[in-house]
């Protein structure tokens, strides 16, 4: 027999797959294990926001400072409005309002207990009815605690972008894909109890779904895909549900508007 020597075949230690591969599974791994981390978080940041007491509450906000960039204005009015729905509800600490000078049509409650309407938001208001739904909604989302779990998922995503470093950009942005559903869900019940606000401060929800109604002529429901809130024939069609089936009344005159 002859031999004849050869060389060892070293292929057998080297990876089959391509440097593309392996990164796109790497990423893909770094990604689920990102996103279990988040959904637990956040079920343990909703877990104690539902059991802290209005106490603990108010004590917790008086430690937390919120600094904006706002032009506001008080409104005499407009807390007249609160104070009527406010008086419907077991928020800890007295809500304040103000009248932002912000051209856009919106509203939103700030932790600390504070709501802004914008200009533009006042300006789409035909009677007191529609912006009595608006204040009882963003009151709906003190009542929810919404303003605490915001500030446990932006100390959870503060937290991820600290350990991802400058490559949390795309993580951030796939995070707030499920983030939109949860914010989506949050408006939906604040919906909720602002009509349940108006009906027990004013004894009727007249008109309460018209805002919603002439904000959603025209819409694309596309741009609310991703978006925090969900898109306003979706809204008003499960507002309606809730009148029908908590039998609220909406037959009585609205209210016509004051001087803001």
Known sequence: MIYNAQ???DSVNISQESFLSQAIKLIISLLLFVGVFYILMVGLINLIVANITPKQEKQL???ISFEINISNKESTYLTKVKDKLEACTNIPYNVKIYISEEKIA???????????ITQGMLEKFENQNELAFII???LGHFTNKDHLKGIGHSLILLTLATLMGSDFNILGQTLSAGGAKYSQSAELHADKVGLELMNCAYGSVTDATRIFEKMGRGESDWKFFLASHPNFKDRVTKMKEIITKQNMDNSKKA??????
């Open 7 to 9: 060389l060892s075949d």
């Open 106 to 116: 919106n509203a939103y409650a700030l932790p600390g207990g504070t709501i802004y």
């Open 255 to 260: 209210i016509a508007l004051e001087n803001f």
């Open 61 to 63: 906000l008086e430690y």
């Open 136 to 138: 009882g909604h963003e």
